[in-house]
């Protein structure tokens, strides 16, 4: 069974504060990942892709990849009010057309 | 950029009848479309693979034969949802990926979702 995993959260963090959102996956021929945010009764947009090993960044946003540990995370810096959303992370299998998102980490920038 | 349609955006039926979701790739093609419901606070879970010119790929647990797919053109999926419950009342959205910059990079772009209510 292919697995994607997010703490559900909920995760506060006061405005200005760096948030840490984790993911973690099963399927080690995993290739691509994605980072979406959903805000409520919204579909997801995305935020950014990561494919390989490192960190990507995209202004106030830093995702970070590891293979070997199977492990994606996004940071956002100055987190404001209006980045309170759900976080969906995604992992994409380019052979499998196969397409997997974790359950979401519920996100709260408290003003 | 890259924009996913779905029609309606919302829909209320009774119980028993049938109700068709279209989604349309409006600037690329897509041979694949996926299939998505959600219901509240609850994440994206993955119904069925939409493929242009064969049958959809269904996921473990989703019915077939209730949730009707077909990829009519490279733009255009739709999903029906035959004899709808109210158990089916939740919110259903499409994406269609768009291949660029070589294997490594798929990017998924989502419809707006159809929130449909089964009284």
């Known amino acids: 069974q292919k697995e994607v995993e997010q703490n559900s959260g909920p995760l506060s963090v006061p405005e200005g504060a760096i948030a840490s959102l984790n993911c973690t996956y099963s399927d080690r021929g995993s290739q691509s990942f994605f980072w979406y945010r959903q805000y409520s009764g919204k579909s997801p947009e995305l935020i950014m892709f990561i494919y390989s090993n490192g960190d990507k960044e995209d202004g106030r946003f830093t995702a970070q990849l590891n293979k070997a540990s199977q492990y994606v995370s996004l940071l956002i810096r100055d987190s404001q009010p209006s980045d309170s959303a759900t976080y969906l992370c995604?992992?994409?299998?380019?052979?499998?057309?196969?397409?997997?998102f974790g359950a979401g980490t519920r996100l709260t920038v408290k003003p | 950029g890259a924009v996913v349609s779905q029609h309606p955006s919302r829909v209320i039926c009774k119980s028993g009848t049938s109700v068709k979701i279209e989604c349309r790739s409006l600037d690329f093609q897509a041979t694949t479309m996926f299939w998505y419901r959600q219901f509240p606070k609850q994440s994206l879970m993955l119904m069925a693979t939409s493929n242009e010119g064969s049958k959809a790929t269904y996921e473990q647990g989703v019915e077939k034969d209730k949730f009707l797919i077909n990829h009519a053109s490279l733009t255009l999926s739709t999903l029906t949802v035959t004899s709808a419950h109210p158990e089916d009342s939740s919110f259903y959205i499409c994406?269609?990926?768009?291949f660029g910059r070589g294997p490594s990079y798929n990017e998924q772009f989502f419809g707006p979702g159809t929130r449909l209510t089964v009284l």
């Open positions: 995604a992992v994409y299998q380019y052979n499998n057309n196969d397409m997997r």
């Open positions: 994406s269609a990926p768009r």
